[in-house]
């Protein structure tokens, strides 16, 4: 098993930035695959960006392309997910999520899930 606790939400003006952090604890980091999905109210969980075990490859929502960057520290026990250029549309609460194999942008794929953490931006 793994545990997931997000940080670094908050409340920021359209064009700033934040930068998310997800840390595990448990089971080796190095064996999860991490995504990042968010939950506006009113809206289904929607795929943000996910890396591969080693950090090798990511993968990003074509919405947030271009201005978030996810990343991770497998000596850390941490992903991170940078987010730049915030727009409105943005807000929403953010999870990170933790699986052995998952499918990289289908959230039900994933096993483990942290509480969330809320982001919101003003115009």
């Known amino acids: 098993q793994v545990q997931l606790v997000e940080s670094g939400g908050g409340l920021v003006q359209a064009g700033g930035s934040l930068r998310l952090s997800c840390a595990a604890s448990g089971r080796t980091f190095s064996s999860y695959f991490m995504g990042w999905f968010r939950q506006a109210p009113g809206k289904e969980r929607e795929f943000v960006a996910a890396i591969s075990w080693s950090g090798g490859s990511a993968y990003y929502a074509d919405s947030v392309k271009g201005r978030f960057t996810i990343s991770r520290d497998n000596a850390k026990n941490t992903v991170y997910l940078q987010m730049n250029s915030l727009k409105p549309e943005d807000t929403a609460v953010y999870s990170c999520?933790?699986?052995?194999?998952?499918?990289?942008?289908?959230?039900?794929?994933?096993?483990?899930w942290g509480q969330g953490t809320q982001v919101t931006v003003s115009s």
């Open positions: 999520a933790a699986d052995e194999d998952p499918d990289s942008g289908s959230y039900y794929s994933y096993h483990y």
